[in-house]
């Protein structure tokens, strides 16, 4: 069979077997103490499928059924995969597959606004009650911080927060643009914390519902407002600028854009801060898979990628800080209790949708884990001048707020 010479390649650490189509068993890789994972296929297409398109088949036979497992479940063999990363990577398929992306990586980010739209209602239009059953009680969707490893979900969220907010070195003065504000819940935060006013962009219209009906209920709708509005036709002037999870969206064609933008907004003496996912190893390619089923249009770049645009926009790189493991715990996390209601979300969707967001969110905390993907922040200014000499800035104001205010009280200023 053609998949095996490829499972044969890749799994040397670990034990698969394969059941396939035909019922014979195959077996690959070795006993290292972890128990063996058992698949069977159960459509014989698959296997040259696995062989010829292995990103794309493996998640669409998991999300049909046609691939199931007897021994262990979809989140052990993505591990297992995982661990056995730098095998694939030595493979012509690989190699072939990766080329093959790269050459039609401008189609595959062309993000115009009408585009960028459509995009963003793939994924964020979802039901709210879908992300409800995952995320914290805040709805943050992206990278939570960990000061210590043992936090809640909900603390560490709270500290992601806290810790963008020292990086950015508020004043009570400060008028802030929120780019990508998702459910609101950092804006409100900002707000919480003493800024004058808050504005938040964003392109899903179930978001910016949500969004500002949370405002109007934690009664900061006087200072923080979201608009249904693209970056890239905002007007205003800015003291602070903040992106968190929106520039994975951007696209490479639109960085020089996106930093030129931010540079027309924001004041001479402001701070910007971009939160975003990251590649290790340099540039890439967005797994098919996820392109076609989770995030079209998306890309996590290499800072390879980023720096130069940030360079020519005339903006200054500052600060830049490094997330290694923090969102594996999260999304570690996030799966565990996706999982845990598997009914609610299949009374919500269906079994199929299940599978697809299960495999997605395993495949998400793998990639930090062992597939070369981090989180960086990136903080940026007009003026040499604007920010102390020193980081001590940030880790004052960040302990004492860690101290003063605790997950769900009402006033971050005080």
Known sequence: MLYSRLMKRVFLVGRVDVIDANGDLHQFGKEDGTPTIVLRLHDKSLHRRLYFDPYLSIGEAYMDGTLTFESGTVVDFIDLFGRNIGQFKKTWQDAFLNQFMRMFR??????????ARQNVAHHYD???????????????????YFPSPDLSLEDAQEAKKRHLAAKLRLTPESRVL????GWGGLAIYLARAGVAQVTG??????????????????GVSDRVRFLLRDYRDETGRYDRIVSVGMFEHV??????????????LLNEDGVALIHSIGRIEGPGTTSPWVRKHIFPGGYSPALSEVIPAVERSGLILTDIEILRLHYAKTLKEWLSRFEAQRKKVCDLYDERFFRMWQFYLACSEMSFRHWGMMVFQMQLTKNLSALPLTRDYMIDWEREKATKWRYGSLNAAE
């Open 178 to 181: 929120d780019i990508g504000s």
């Open 251 to 264: 696209g490479i064609k639109y960085y020089a854009k996106f930093f030129r933008k931010i540079y027309e």
């Open 201 to 218: 962009v964003t392109l899903s219209e179930g978001q910016h519902t949500t969004a500002s009906a949370r405002a109007a209920e934690a």
């Open 126 to 144: 979802l039901s709210d009650d879908l992300y409800a059953l995952f995320l914290d009680e805040d709805l943050q969707y992206s990278c939570a």
């Open 106 to 115: 401008p189609l595959m980010q062309f993000n115009p606004i009408l585009r």
